[in-house]
């Protein structure tokens, strides 16, 4: 066995090169006042570099008052909920459509009801583990989406509030024939028929 230059893990005895595959890999060199093994583009490793650091009183002054009052309670972001308009990624309440009507305590509803009919069991392959089952819509949600856009086409200075009333209102969303219970795995056998 021979010992790396740099690290001094153990290396193959053939490795001509005399270094591990990690320091070879990454191109290490040594820090000129501690020895320790460095990148190719510093000379000096973090904590030497920064050792002899000579930072003024003035720039001492100067981030000691940036600092002092953003602490705890006096920071910009103390206490601020990120979610809803808060939230970085917020669009302008842009939650796409099939979204707001899956939420609603109507499809949890239905979803409900459709699983009760069938006595929580998956009617593929009978599993009936709790958390394991989802509610199929047999005539595709997408497609009953679709349906209904056709139907309110005429009307795009809908609200978003209008829109849901009238969803509401849909009774193919809401219809339980049109649903069955299927296991996870089941359900994606499912989607790759209808999909093939």
């Known amino acids: 066995m021979r010992i790396c230059k740099r690290c001094g893990k153990n290396i193959l005895k053939n490795n001509y090169y005399g270094y591990c595959k990690y320091c070879r890999v990454l191109k290490l060199k040594n820090c000129i006042d501690c020895g320790q093994p460095i990148r190719l583009v510093s000379t000096k490793c973090p904590r030497c570099a920064n050792k002899n650091r000579v930072v003024s009183e003035e720039t001492k002054d100067k981030m000691r008052k940036n600092h002092a009052d953003v602490k705890g309670k006096n920071h910009p972001m103390y206490g601020v909920r990120r979610y809803g308009v808060n939230s970085p990624g917020y669009k302008d309440g842009r939650t796409p459509f099939y979204q707001i009507i899956r939420n609603l305590p109507d499809s949890k509803q239905w979803r409900k009801q459709v699983f009760e009919r069938d006595n929580y069991t998956c009617q593929e392959c009978g599993d009936n583990k709790g958390g394991n089952l989802e509610a199929h819509h047999i005539i595709s949600f997408s497609k009953l989406l679709d349906d209904f856009s056709m139907i309110i086409k005429g009307n795009f200075n809908q609200t978003k509030d209008n829109m849901i009333k009238l969803a509401l209102k849909y009774k193919p969303f809401w219809d339980i024939t049109?649903?069955?219970?299927?296991?996870?795995?089941?359900?994606?056998?499912?989607?790759?028929?209808?999909?093939?």
Request: net charge positive; with cysteine; glycine share 10%.
């Open 178 to 196: 049109n649903g069955t219970t299927l296991c996870k795995s089941c359900h994606k056998k499912t989607y790759c028929k209808e999909e093939g």
